[in-house]
């Protein structure tokens, strides 16, 4: 997900680990452990994504395809990640030393941020279409969640707001709300969201402002313990989000599942990849890959799609056509079709048999797309396009095979194996 998301879950998490444990001794050294689990929750929260320095190793596309969500989204490389943030804590922040030296529940604090924060980027990471490969080496392959757009203005709202209002300032405190606030407005204006989606969220934030004012200080709670439930609570609407998702994934699912039954039974459906919109579990993008025939004299069919699964509620023409396109003026109120792309099995195949470069390129690729020497991934774009996913690879027998190539496993290995 997008690192502004990463950031605000971090701080969320560690001010929430900060307000659980038991109090310091003296009210400096409470505001070094908040100001320290504020920072490991927020720093571990980012940190996989120092994988950004390892993308030059390879020319684009394939240093970004095939370094980022790499390594450093695997399970056991966060137990490495989080014992190097906690000793760099420990070699340059003094006060953080001497209260981890002097303090139990600092310490083992510390140590709860900075797993947490790294366990939520990978599973937030794994929350989208894009996908991560987070038991490698054991497992090599991606897992896709397909529940949530990447970037979540959900996720800001649950926890930027019970944040609020530990800022001690009060120009910062509106500064931060207004932030928060506007941001969606601007992405409503622009048609990124739903205005349904902005009531949504301005509705969330209300009710967490709510329970945080019924459970401040001014109510008889402490300081060092002030923003604890609202900030459980925007922990607990974040997973209800999520649940929520996981119900319309199913249905948006059953939906094209059933279409394509519907347009050719003949096909075999292997995927589907479906992308959230943000703040909004009745529209989604797809893209779906399908084959015919049997053996490698078959034909792998891609197809582009957007839906609703209400439609009485929202057509499908009144999703945000600044996230996957606009649905045609006729397309029927559930389910419109925007593009599609024929190509041989064999012909996968044969380019991927003898081209290393695509050969690399399908390590990444879902709903892989090649044609005149381009090769793209459709979860991105129609076919032709150019995005982040696409690779020229015509002509370019001259050059030498990219190396180190990471041993992923093929997303469309179904395809390349020959069953």
């Known amino acids: 997900m997008d690192n502004l998301t990463h950031s605000v879950v971090g701080l969320g998490i560690g001010a929430l680990i900060d307000r659980s444990l038991p109090a310091e001794a003296n009210p400096d050294s409470g505001?070094?452990?908040?100001?320290?689990?504020?920072?490991?929750?927020?720093?571990?929260?980012?940190?996989?994504?120092?994988?950004?320095?390892?993308?030059?190793?390879?020319?684009?596309?394939?240093?970004?395809?095939?370094?980022?969500?790499?390594?450093?989204?695997?399970?056991?490389?966060?137990?490495?990640e989080a014992t190097l943030l906690l000793g760099l804590v420990w070699l340059l922040w003094p006060a953080a030393r001497r209260l981890q030296a002097a303090s139990s529940p600092a310490r083992w604090g510390a140590v709860l941020a900075s797993f947490a924060g790294l366990a939520l980027h990978i599973g937030m990471d794994s929350l989208n279409v894009y996908?991560?490969?987070?038991?490698?080496?054991?497992?090599?392959?991606?897992?896709?969640?397909?529940?949530?757009?990447?970037?979540?203005?959900?996720?800001?709202?649950?926890?930027?707001?019970?944040?609020?209002?530990?800022?001690?300032?009060?120009?910062?405190?509106?500064?931060?709300?207004?932030?928060?606030?506007?941001?969606?407005?601007?992405?409503?204006?622009?048609?990124?969201?739903?205005w349904g989606s902005l009531l949504g969220l301005f509705a969330l934030g209300l009710l967490l402002a709510w329970v945080q004012r019924r459970n401040d200080e001014h109510h008889g709670e402490a300081r060092s313990e002030r923003g604890r439930r609202a900030l459980a609570a925007g922990l607990a609407c974040c997973l209800a989000w999520v649940g929520l998702q996981a119900l319309s994934l199913q249905q948006a699912r059953a939906i094209v599942a059933a279409e394509v039954k519907r347009i050719d039974a003949g096909e075999r459906l292997l995927d589907t990849a479906l992308s959230a919109y943000p703040a909004n579990p009745l529209c989604w993008s797809f893209v779906t890959v399908a084959r015919t025939g049997a053996g490698g004299a078959g034909t792998v069919h891609l197809r582009r799609g957007m839906l609703s699964i209400a439609p009485g509620l929202s057509p499908v023409s009144h999703c945000p056509a600044r996230i996957a396109g606009p649905a045609l003026e006729d397309a029927p109120p559930q389910i419109a079709w925007q593009a599609e792309d024929?190509?041989?099995?064999?012909?996968?195949?044969?380019?991927?048999?003898?081209?290393?470069?695509?050969?690399?390129?399908?390590?990444?690729?879902?709903?892989?797309?090649?044609?005149?020497?381009?090769?793209?991934?459709?979860?991105?774009?129609?076919?032709?396009?150019?995005?982040f996913s696409t690779m020229h690879y015509g002509g370019q027998d001259a050059k030498p095979c990219p190396h180190p190539v990471p041993d992923w496993g093929y997303p469309r290995a179904d395809l390349l194996q020959g069953r």
């Open 342 to 387: 024929r190509q041989p099995l064999a012909t996968l195949r044969q380019t991927a048999g003898r081209d290393c470069r695509v050969n690399a390129w399908m390590r990444f690729a879902r709903a892989p797309s090649l044609a005149e020497g381009v090769a793209t991934d459709l979860r991105w774009g129609e076919p032709g396009s150019r995005n």
């Open 31 to 80: 505001r070094t452990r908040s100001r320290m689990l504020l920072i490991i929750g927020c720093l571990a929260s980012n940190f996989p994504d120092l994988d950004l320095v390892l993308t030059p190793l390879l020319d684009a596309p394939l240093g970004y395809l095939l370094h980022h969500r790499g390594h450093t989204h695997t399970l056991i490389a966060a137990l490495f």
């Open 131 to 194: 996908g991560v490969h987070p038991f490698w080496p054991f497992d090599p392959n991606w897992y896709y969640g397909d529940l949530v757009f990447i970037v979540e203005p959900v996720f800001w709202i649950a926890f930027g707001v019970p944040l609020a209002a530990l800022v001690r300032s009060r120009p910062l405190r509106l500064l931060w709300l207004a932030v928060i606030a506007l941001v969606p407005l601007a992405a409503t204006l622009l048609g990124f969201l739903q």
